[in-house]
């Protein structure tokens, strides 16, 4: 996936990624906040067979370069709906989802049981 990809161009691994975004993070925001620059990464889980994706976090930048947790309308994407849904919501929200980077930065993964 091009996200994984980008992520290790960015930070080198995942270590690192959670040294220099996640282990930094003192705040959680809105993701309408008009300070946010871009998201950074929204991780996504799910079991195998079942219909919906959860969102296991979401971080972002602010525009003066700190990183926040991001809250997003809610805790779960259908399935084979990623961008329907975050478009959606980004439409009741009055944001441009596209200009936060949101559809670069998802890793998704399924576990079995």
């Known amino acids: 996936m091009s996200e994984t990809r980008n992520l290790l161009e960015l930070y080198g691994s995942y270590d690192d990624y959670h040294e220099t975004v996640t282990q930094k993070i003192t705040e959680r925001i809105y993701w309408d906040d008009p300070r946010l620059a871009e998201i950074v990464r929204l991780r996504l889980l799910s079991d195998l067979g079942f219909g919906f994706w959860d969102i296991a976090y979401c971080h972002g930048r602010l525009k003066d370069g700190s990183f926040v947790d991001v809250e997003l309308p809610d805790n779960q994407i259908?399935?084979?709906?990623?961008?329907?849904?975050?478009?959606?919501?980004?439409?009741?929200?009055?944001?441009?989802?596209?200009?936060?980077n949101i559809f670069n930065v998802i890793s998704n993964n399924e576990r079995i049981g």
Do not use: F, M, V
């Open 78 to 100: 259908p399935k084979g709906r990623i961008k329907e849904t975050i478009i959606n919501w980004a439409k009741k929200d009055d944001i441009y989802a596209k200009g936060l």
